[in-house]
C-alpha cells in the first residue's frame, strides 16, 4: 500500500471525512496538522496551490481535498492509484 500523507486541521468536517474514508478502507497515513502552524499552512500552500484542508497525497501525487479523494473513490480509482503508487515504490 502506498504512503499516505493527509494535512489536516482538528475540527475540519472534511478532514474527519477524509481520514474516515481512508481508515474505512484500511488505508494507513500519515497526519500532519498545520492548526496554529502559518509556516507549515504556507509551505503546503506554496506546494499545493491551495489554502484549504485537508490536502492529501499519495505518495508525491497530489489528489487533493476530501471532494476530489471521495470522487476518486467513487469512480473506483482510488484502490488502483493506491496500488499503482506502492508498485513504484
Keep these: 500500500m502506498s504512503d499516505v500523507t493527509i494535512y489536516t486541521k482538528p475540527t475540519c468536517p472534511y478532514c474527519i471525512a477524509a481520514k474516515t474514508l481512508l481508515r ?8 500532519i ?15 499545493t496551490g491551495r489554502r484549504t484542508v ?7 501525487l497530489h489528489v487533493g481535498g476530501f471532494d476530489d479523494l471521495h470522487a476518486l473513490d467513487m469512480e473506483g480509482r482510488l484502490d488502483d492509484l493506491l496500488e499503482q503508487d506502492a508498485a513504484l515504490s
Aim: hydrophobic share 40%; proline share 7%.
Design 24 to 31: 474505512r478502507k484500511g488505508v494507513p497515513f500519515r497526519e
Design 33 to 47: 496538522s498545520v492548526e496554529g502552524d502559518a509556516r507549515g499552512a504556507a509551505a503546503l500552500a506554496q506546494r
Design 54 to 60: 485537508p490536502q492529501i497525497f499519495i505518495g508525491d
